[in-house]
């Protein structure tokens, strides 16, 4: 089983950042896997915002958050998401997910990710 673990969440001003953590434990049912960050605001759907691929590393960034999202993985595995000039309308709980790779998921996709973690809450005051 797998187990994400979020944290790095809390209040900040427009124009701040925040870095967000996702801390992932167990075995993948693949030798290939992804992790994403998944933000859903109040009364809309699900984003994806960011993923990065295993084992070759590799990052994809939506055009939900654009340039002011930064994806990127600590010596441990954890995987970080860097906000940069933020707004009120990142205002969301942002989720960390991930999903085994058997084929080629596209895992900028939501209804990819089989594990998620609780949910960590951003907000941006203006």
């Known amino acids: 089983q797998v187990r994400l673990v979020e944290s790095g969440g809390g209040s900040v001003q427009a124009g701040g950042s925040l870095t967000l953590a996702c801390e992932a434990s167990?075995?993948?049912?693949?030798?290939?896997?992804?992790v994403g960050w998944v933000r859903q605001a109040s009364g809309k759907e699900r984003e994806a915002v960011a993923a990065?691929?295993?084992?070759?590393?590799?990052t994809k960034i939506t055009n939900t958050m654009g340039g002011r999202a930064y994806i990127s993985k600590d010596a441990d595995n954890t995987v970080n998401l860097r906000l940069s000039a933020l707004a009120p309308e990142d205002t969301a709980m942002y989720y960390c997910?991930?999903?085994?790779?058997?084929?080629?998921?596209?895992?900028?996709?939501?209804?990819?990710?089989?594990?998620w973690g609780q949910g960590i809450q951003v907000v941006v005051s203006s």
């Open positions: 167990g075995t993948f049912a693949s030798k290939k896997w992804c």
């Open positions: 990065m691929y295993f084992p070759s590393d590799f």
């Open positions: 997910a991930a999903a085994s790779r058997f084929a080629y998921e596209d895992c900028t996709t939501p209804q990819v990710f089989k594990h």
